[in-house]
């Protein structure tokens, strides 16, 4: 496999090659700082550049197009990642071998008339579209508690800090939806197109020179621009005492999530030792709080930690009844004590040790997960895979100690379900 | 050993039938890191009675499910995710309503990680305790599956379809019946089912076939095949439980549900060339690059829609579970489009050329792979390596006879709204 990464001036191209794969992947990644009003605007925005464009006039229309293109798939998504708002078009397509000759350049001019060539007229998008776009928003946000472990995230982050970019909204707010038209969007397409920085990553097997040709070709960003914002979250200080905040529902199983955020510690400590103790503290299967609050104790049927590097934050989930709310607290607080206070054994670091270095091997294993591997460490600043099962290898229990006193319980939410059915 | 091509896919599967009747199936990729081992059995929920050495046995809900959960259970203490977890590996296991099945999945230790796999599906060990301390666990699974409101949509959709069949009920049971379920209940069923003349071993990704096999033989070559128990379906009656029915659920975007139970009588294909046929019939109708699609995306009434043929003794059901702000008109809209089904070629040929495509691309993935080579077993007794010449050969003549026959006739709806917009319905 083979990486390298050119700097164009208004975009980054990042070639991966690699003969490992049948198809070609390509992911076109927009980011700008976020703003919590424009939340909406993007998602809106990035659903309908897939609805038609100045050369396909339906949705149904596109999808023939992509597959005639032998079954290209093309889709998008949004996310936010730390104090950066990015959206993605991804592309991935069969390598020509296994086509036609030039089914590949199509798929390209394919994904250029998409972001390029929008169904605009007269500097506005078309009503009929946008309407389907909002309804489908608007239907998205309305259902938003159908998933309660997702629900209970959204309303626990913002029981910690409404005005922190980790409580805003992915679905994003109706008020927003309500404030979109035709005109305003197309205004913020040029913005996003204009302004939003932009990394190309392509991995499979191609010609580098040529790919890049194709590339320059379909694609036309020309401003230049340099990144000011940080990526990294940062917070207000912790609170003195742990917030409860709880919300009833109609669900049988209670959800409960807490927020831990992270004191202030070194770049290393952050990408090592926090990662490694997290493997440890709820990262699995083997981790602690699976064997004492669900193997041990029966208290739940999933329950797992997440640590988030850009957000300086670890969350925990789990699946409770609500008569057990309490029990469970107490019981993960000790838990995470016990691993301030070293209570956790060299053979706990080791085995996790493995989990690290297998989940890098598995790197490898597809071509999204290796472009999302090099787009992390293009916007992180982590070091490369290779590098970092090195690194990790050399970590040591007291160095997980040492960070994990910086982790505080703030915030925990229990979105509570007020069915006591027994079938 | 056999070696069989998969064709179009210039790969090689190798299988072997041990003497007692253990099938064995291995598709190595020298390319790639992972392994993934499933050691399963053809045994799921859907049994629940069955005549075992001349004696009817009758056992409660779910068995199948908490058996998977329990052979967790190990006498030193240690459990699988812990061996596993030293290799960096993980371990896991599903049941369905065929099949359970066990899995490691590394990229370390493999020869360690397959023995060790086998030898605790091999030993089963149960106790008073151990099996109690799963209830509260299972109810928590039982009620997090409940409390989505596609799933219990779905799950009041498959009671009135079918009126015998286990298909009825959760793979898990239901709380009530799960506190029942004994030790014995355990033993009893583990016996019966996990013989090497009901079982298998499947394994995709980076491994060495020899070693593979041999450990295989040594683990499990020595095991007893025996007579598999009787099992006792109560005949399913044609018709569908209810024809429409009205539920509420915490949902602010109503849900439809929508089901066809047919009876394979009326279908002249078997295997998979049916359920190719069945599938490209529904994709033509109702998928992503469908009219009906479009007409719905036009029209605003249609979020979300999930689609899916199950196979059942004597049936073939059709699901399709959508959301939508005017169900009743989505509903008609399906209508229309089974009462006006006409196959183009053109269409048929495009569709036939995104499956074959999406054949190719998934050899690339190994978890893929293993998954598709699983599910050819279970439905298909063996694997498919024909898959791709099949789908070419395709035609709009077999389509349309398949069309003309089959019974489509009985239908169950589910609408799932809150309670408000019900009350305003009812009144």
Known sequence: MQYTRKDLGSYNLHLIQTDKFKTITMRIVFHSPIKKNEITKRNVLSEILLQSTSKYSSKRNMIIEAEELYAADIYNNTQRIGNYIMTSFILQVLHDQYTESGNLEKAIEFMGEILFHPDVKNGKFKEDKLSIVKKNCEVALSSMKEDPVDYSMVRLKEAYDLDNPISYRMLGYKEDLDKIDVSNLYQYYLKMIENDFVDIYVAGNFDPEELLLLVKKHFKFRKIKRKRVPFEVEHKRCRRRRLIAKERNHNSQSKLAVACPIGKLKIYDKNYPLVLGNIIFGGGVDSKLFKEVREKNSLCYTIYSAYSKLDNMMYISAGIDKANFDKTVKLVTNILEKLKKGKFTDKDVNIAKEYYQSSITSIEENPMSIIREYLTEEMTGLDSYQERAQIMSKVKRKDIIRTYKKIKMDTIFLLEGDQDEED | ?427
């Open chain 2, 1 to 427: 050993m056999k070696k069989i091509r998969l064709q179009g896919l210039d790969k090689d599967l190798y299988q072997d039938t041990l003497s007692n009747g253990l099938s064995i199936y291995m598709l190595p990729y020298e390319e790639k890191n992972n392994y993934f081992i499933s050691y399963a059995t053809k045994y799921g929920s859907d049994v629940t009675n069955f005549i075992l050495e001349g004696k009817e046995n009758s056992v409660p809900l779910g068995v199948a499910h908490y058996l998977e959960h329990k052979m967790f259970e190990e006498p030193s203490g240690e459990d699988p995710f812990t061996f596993f977890s030293r290799s960096g590996s993980d371990g896991n296991a599903s049941t369905s309503y065929d099949y359970t099945q066990y899995i490691c999945v590394g990229n370390k230790c493999f020869p360690e990680n397959l023995r060790y796999l086998l030898q605790f599906v091999n030993e089963p060990y149960f106790t008073d305790e151990n099996v109690l301390k799963e209830k509260g666990i299972i109810s928590e699974e039982i009620k997090m599956y409940n409390d989505l409101p596609d799933y219990k949509l779905e799950m009041k959709l498959r009671e009135n379809v079918y009126h015998t069949s286990a298909k009825r009920y959760d793979i898990a049971g239901t709380i009530s019946e799960i506190k029942r379920i004994t030790k014995d209940d355990l033993y009893h069923c583990y016996h019966a089912f996990y013989t090497p003349n009901n079982m298998f071993v499947l394994i995709t990704g980076k491994f060495d076939v020899e070693e593979a096999h041999r450990i295989i033989e040594e683990e499990l070559g020595k095991k007893k095949s025996k007579p598999l128990p009787k099992i006792l379906f109560v005949k399913e009656p044609k018709k569908v439980v209810k024809e429409e029915e009205t539920i509420v659920g915490d949902v602010e975007i109503p849900k439809i549900g929508f089901a066809i139970k047919v009876p394979k009588k009326s279908i002249s294909l078997t295997g998979l060339e049916c359920d190719l046929y069945l599938n490209m019939l529904t994709t033509i109708l109702f998928g992503s690059s469908s009219e009906f699609k479009e007409r719905v995306r036009q029209d605003k009434i249609l979020n979300d829609i999930y689609m899916e043929w199950e196979d059942d003794a004597e049936f073939k059901t059709f699901y399709l579970l959508a959301s939508s702000t005017e169900p009743d008109r989505l509903l008609s809209e399906i209508q229309y489009e089974l009462s006006h089904i006409s196959i183009v070629k053109k269409t048929l040929e495009r569709i036939k050329k995104v499956w074959i495509a999406n054949e190719v691309k998934m050899i690339d993935h190994v978890d893929k792979m293993q998954n598709i080579l699983f599910d050819d077993i279970i439905h298909y007794g063996d694997v498919v390596d024909n898959r791709i010449e099949v789908i070419r050969n395709m035609d709009v003549k077999t389509m349309t006879s398949l069309v003309k026959k089959i019974d489509m006739s009985e239908v169950s709806i589910v609408k799932m709204m809150q309670k408000k917009n019900k009350e305003i319905m009812d009144s």
